[in-house]
């Protein structure tokens, strides 16, 4: 008997990937005024330096852990209490710039005060573009009062709040909010999904997750033994991790809560 449903948040229920394309197209084009470049491929350019200078830095592997991608160091503030992000916080301010310099770079631009000023540009662009799924709010509506729900996300506390913030729609749906980086590991870890159900007092084989990320939400789940939800809106290739059910729109939820029930 299913009792709960816990959600992810990005690419779940807020369509993050849009979100950053519209914030970096909007950045990009003031690229495209000053210097007549292609807007994509700057993006292009700036995504491959983002990526390699991430990875590069001392904090790498713990934003692996907890979950914090290359193109959240883009635009959050990371003011957490902790002394990983305080790194971070440290960080980011010249993996910014450098990351739009470096694009530049290899657009044949060198402006590294250009650069910094679309460092700048880009996490006013990603607030201003909060994107939702045309479902999100529906299905939330459908389902809460008929079962308890749990947000677990990845990411920096500071960060996956803002975002909350800035769509004051979502966080009132849910009973609890699981952030990975206050509780001290990401999922795929099974600890933060043990941490789940001891909050709301509930068995693996009362809740179902729901996630768009097989590496972590599904993978995640089936390590702890929980049933899995893998919302696949892209036609993604399905790789060794096996979800319980497969949907491509969040409404396909509720015939396969409606099949549970039968159990
Ligand atoms: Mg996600």
Redo the contacts with the bound molecule.
């Keep these: 008997m299913i009792k709960a449903i816990f959600f ?5 229920l807020l369509w993050d990937q849009k979100s950053v394309k519209e914030a970096f197209a909007a950045t990009c084009r003031a690229a495209q005024q000053k210097y007549g470049i292609d807007p994509e491929a700057l993006e292009e350019a700036v995504r491959k330096e983002a990526r390699e200078l991430y990875s590069s830095y001392e904090t790498y592997s713990f934003t692996q852990m907890i979950g914090i991608n290359p193109f959240e160091g883009m635009w959050g503030n990371f003011l957490d209490d902790d002394d990983n992000f305080r790194k971070m916080k440290g960080i980011v301010p010249a993996y910014r710039q450098e990351a739009w310099t470096r694009g530049l770079q290899a657009m044949g631009i060198e402006d590294p005060e250009f650069g910094y000023e679309l460092a700048e540009r880009f996490p006013a662009e990603r607030r201003n573009n909060p994107f939702v799924y045309e479902e999100t709010f529906k299905v939330l509506d459908e389902l809460k009062g008929k079962y308890q729900l749990l947000l677990l996300t990845n990411g920096s506390p500071d960060l996956q709040n803002t975002k909350l913030e800035i769509t004051p729609e979502i966080a009132p749906y849910f009973d609890h909010i699981v952030i990975s980086g206050a509780f001290g590991r990401g999922k795929p870890d099974p600890s933060i999904f043990e941490h789940a159900l001891t909050l709301m007092s509930l068995h693996k084989d009362e809740v179902i997750m729901v ?3 097989l590496m972590t ?1 599904i993978l995640g789940a089936s390590r702890v033994g929980m049933k899995s939800v893998w919302i696949n809106r892209h036609n993604k290739e399905r790789n060794e991790v096996v979800p319980d059910y497969e949907i491509k729109h969040l409404e396909e939820l509720y015939s396969i809560l409606e099949s549970l029930k039968k159990e």
């Design positions: 992810d948040l990005d690419d779940t996630g768009d990320n939400d």
